[in-house]
């Protein structure tokens, strides 16, 4: 199969799709990988780089789009690219469609196959592509957060780990997953005081274990989370429902209660945030205030840092996109367990919504991926 990557054009995505040693395992395997000129730049893999690990390197975009059977990117394609789109294509990348019905209309009109990182499981259901970039959001959302407490940023000035004689920083992590775990790993890590809030017992008899004590744990109810926010100095949102739109569990009326100048991390914000007030920044104006309360909503935090994110990316794709240029979207049929996989990860196929997350949030037609790819 021949294999495109396009540099990524998204604001400040430093990210590139396949990493040099990934183009290197492809070649391997008999395909033949096409890299934009200049794609790897942000994790510092010259056009060389790929050259030795077997690639071909395209002038353009354009070039990939119209030549290769598969697209392989980082994030969800802008508009000047799913127009280059076609039927039989195979696009393989984050997608994030539920809040993004303008993508998701652009994909239908397209005809191609279009897989998603965040919707891909694994043999224990769950998110084995969308994991790493959850431990690197997590951690990032602790030091976005610090960095926005400053008193020179605007806000309130206070130290997260604190100093002997002086309390530390309050933080409130709302989600006890991945991106939460690893939020309240790097807050525990600087000395703040950590709350983790979250839906299930289970999962909070889990982190109790894992953190030894030195964070609390709350069951999630409004009242919980109302009152968390509320002597908190950083909260961070780290809520996730697959494939769909993140609930808003703090409204703007909680933000009343909130001390002035705390900070808000979104890192729900790739599905439309879990606060009510939240919309997508960029790295370059990461954060804006409301009621007095900064908010920090980068839709692409794991883009600040390249290397370590694309490596990390890479590493869990791989076999996923081995799979698919190898079979095609008959890898999709496959009882393996990448299979599987594979089909929960399908979102759009031939101009049908396969994911019914995606189907119901955006109020479209939802059509079975069995169905789909049996049509």
């Known amino acids: 199969m021949r294999v495109g990557v396009p540099s990524e054009i ?6 590139v799709g396949l990493t040099p040693g990934a183009v290197r395992e492809y070649v391997a395997r008999g395909h033949q990988v096409v890299v934009q000129s200049g794609a790897g730049a942000g994790i510092m893999a010259t056009d060389d780089a790929y050259r030795a690990a077997g690639a071909e390197i395209a002038s353009t975009a354009a070039e990939i789009f119209a030549g290769c059977d ?5 994030k969800e394609p802008q508009p000047s690219e799913w127009v280059q789109l076609r039927p039989d294509q195979l696009l393989f990348t984050y997608l994030h469609l539920a809040p993004d019905p303008e993508q998701a209309k652009g994909l239908i009109a397209s005809g191609c196959t279009a897989i998603a990182y965040e919707t891909v499981t694994d043999d224990k259901g769950t998110l084995p592509l969308l994991a790493p970039m959850s431990e690197v959001a ?3 959302a602790i030091e976005a957060a610090g960095e926005a407490m400053r008193r020179s940023e605007g806000g309130a000035g206070i130290l997260l780990g604190g100093v002997p004689g ?3 920083g309050r933080v409130c992590v709302i989600g006890g997953g991945v991106v939460g775990t690893h939020a309240a790993r790097m807050a525990v890590g600087l000395g703040a005081e950590v709350t983790i809030v979250d839906r299930s017992i ?4 889990e ?3 894992l953190f030894q004590g030195r964070v609390r744990t709350r069951y999630s109810t ?3 989370i109302d009152h968390e926010i509320s002597i908190a100095d950083a909260v961070v949102g780290a809520v996730l429902i697959p494939g769909a739109s993140a609930p808003k569990l703090v409204t703007r009326a909680m933000l009343k209660h909130m001390k002035p100048g705390s900070v808000l991390v979104d890192v729900a914000i790739d599905q439309g945030g879990c606060f009510e007030t939240s919309k997508a920044t960029t790295h370059a104006e990461p954060t804006y205030v409301v009621d007095g309360i900064i908010h920090y909503c980068v839709a692409n935090m794991p883009g600040a840092v390249p290397q370590t994110s694309a490596a990390a990316l890479n590493n869990a794709t791989l076999p996923y996109g081995l799979a ?5 979207v008959g890898a999709l049929h496959a009882l393996s367990e990448t299979g599987r996989g594979l089909l929960a990860g399908l979102n759009v196929h031939k101009g049908k919504v396969t994911s019914k997350a995606v189907a119901d949030s955006l109020n479209l037609e939802f059509v079975a991926p069995e169905t789909a790819l049996a049509a």
């Open 138 to 140: 997590g951690r990032l």
């Open 166 to 168: 002086v309390p530390a």
């Open 10 to 15: 998204k604001v400040h995505e430093y990210r």
């Open 70 to 74: 598969m697209i392989v990117k980082v």
């Open 222 to 224: 409004l009242e919980t």
């Open 324 to 328: 698919l240029a190898d079979k095609g």
């Open 202 to 205: 289970p999962r909070l008899r």
């Open 207 to 209: 982190l109790d274990e």
